[in-house]
């Protein structure tokens, strides 16, 4: 019988769960505990193998079935906020992963087509029942809206009025995904736009839904950009730029900007510089991916531009990520035949995850709005 079967475990009194139930207990979570948030346990050997594998094995040893929690943003939130992650032993492996991603360019032009593949390539299937009608895969904004597709319509017009469009401009969407954004700017603002995207899924649906209007979408690397615009935008799609590759990124929207043009990063960042990759993330989510700081931002980018204004509504995150897990579970029997029962822990451990992340504020989600320096300043929607 398979560990994942196991459904009563008699929880071994050793050395590992010790460990790992004074560890919890500063989080305020239990084993086997009847609270939402408490860890029930299926397989004696998960503390040994979290405690010896760190995120690694916190992550695979859900996705093999050998614990389960009610609320996993909870359990998550309760973690990070206790800081319970700079207290597990940092795995050899882990510790190898941040020095290759110190040493080595993980988002080189040929390795950066892998997360599109790896993650944009699932399936439309999966993305279109999960996400708004316009598909928007990042942070909608909640200051007014109720449901899913307010929120992200409400943060696509304030990208428009952020960027200031009118219409007869260029604008570049660098990231373009399935087309949502570059579909509003053009039907709703009268601009031309042309968008990058590094997977075949995405420019493919989103040529589909631009069709008729004056949007080109391309299957092309950013680095190879070089053209005139009036505005640039970039949403969700820093997070995979790299370390090594930030100051190419600045450079490539320095050389495509026009001089009197306006630039908007949309990007999910981190509370600390480091080379931040969490090792199951980077496995089973976004390969190669990093979460950039306020400095490194800053660093890249302040030989090129003036920083106008910088928002974060990262809170806003974790009701996004909620929202696309409740349509994901949702949705799951209409999409079962075409992925596993793993493929399925292991997506709704990635939302609740990260869900949990942005309550308790160890990630952020921020807009920075660049010029060249505009007359009388920039007034900034919000």
Not at 159 to 172: A, E, N, S, W, Y
Not at 174 to 201: D, F, H, P, Q, R
Not at 216 to 240: T, W
Not at 358 to 373: E, K, P, Y
Request: net charge neutral; charged share 25%.
């Amino acid at each position: 019988m398979s560990s994942s079967c196991i459904e009563e475990v008699s929880v071994p009194n050793d050395e590992w769960y010790r460990i790992a139930s004074e560890l919890l207990s500063r989080a305020g979570i239990e084993i086997n505990g009847s609270a939402p948030s408490d860890v029930q346990v299926k397989n004696p050997l998960f503390f040994k193998r979290v405690l010896q594998e760190g995120s690694l094995g916190l992550g695979e040893s859900y996705m093999d079935g050998w614990w389960d929690c009610e609320r996993l943003d909870v359990f998550f939130q309760k973690v990070l906020r206790a800081g319970l992650e700079n207290q597990l032993p940092r795995h050899f492996k882990d510790t190898l992963r941040i020095a290759t991603a110190r040493l080595f360019n993980l988002q080189s032009k040929k390795r950066a087509w892998i997360v599109g593949k790896e993650h944009y390539d699932l399936g439309n299937d999966l993305f279109s029942r999960m996400l708004d009608p316009l598909m928007q895969y990042s942070c909608a904004y909640w200051k007014k809206a109720t449901t899913l597709e307010e929120a992200q319509q409400d943060k696509l017009e304030l990208i428009c009025q952020k960027l200031q469009l009118k219409p007869g401009m260029r604008v570049l969407d660098i990231g373009c995904g399935w087309g949502g954004l570059a579909y509003y700017m053009a039907k709703n603002y009268g601009v031309s736009v042309v968008g990058v995207t590094i997977s075949a899924e995405q420019q493919k649906m989103a040529q589909q839904r631009c069709e008729g209007l004056n949007v080109d979408i391309r299957l092309q690397d950013y680095r190879d950009l070089n053209d005139q615009f009036d505005r640039i935008v970039s949403v969700g799609m820093f997070e995979h730029v790299g370390p090594k590759n930030y100051n190419t990124y600045f450079e490539v929207a320095d050389r495509n900007l026009k001089s009197d043009g306006i630039f908007l990063l949309h990007t999910i960042g981190s509370k600390k510089t480091d080379h931040n990759v969490d090792p199951w993330i980077n496995k089973y989510i976004f390969p190669n991916g990093c979460l950039p700081s306020v400095r490194q931002i800053a660093d890249a980018s302040e030989r090129h531009f003036i920083m106008e204004d910088w928002h974060n509504f990262g809170a806003d995150y974790d009701t996004t990520l909620m929202a696309w897990h409740e349509r994901f579970l949702a949705s799951w029997p209409e999409i079962a035949d075409n992925y596993s029962e793993r493929f399925k822990r292991m997506f709704s451990y990635y939302l609740n995850a990260c869900a949990g992340a942005f309550r308790a504020r160890d990630i952020h989600l921020w807009q920075v709005v660049f010029s060249r320096g505009i007359d009388h300043g920039l007034r900034v929607a919000r």
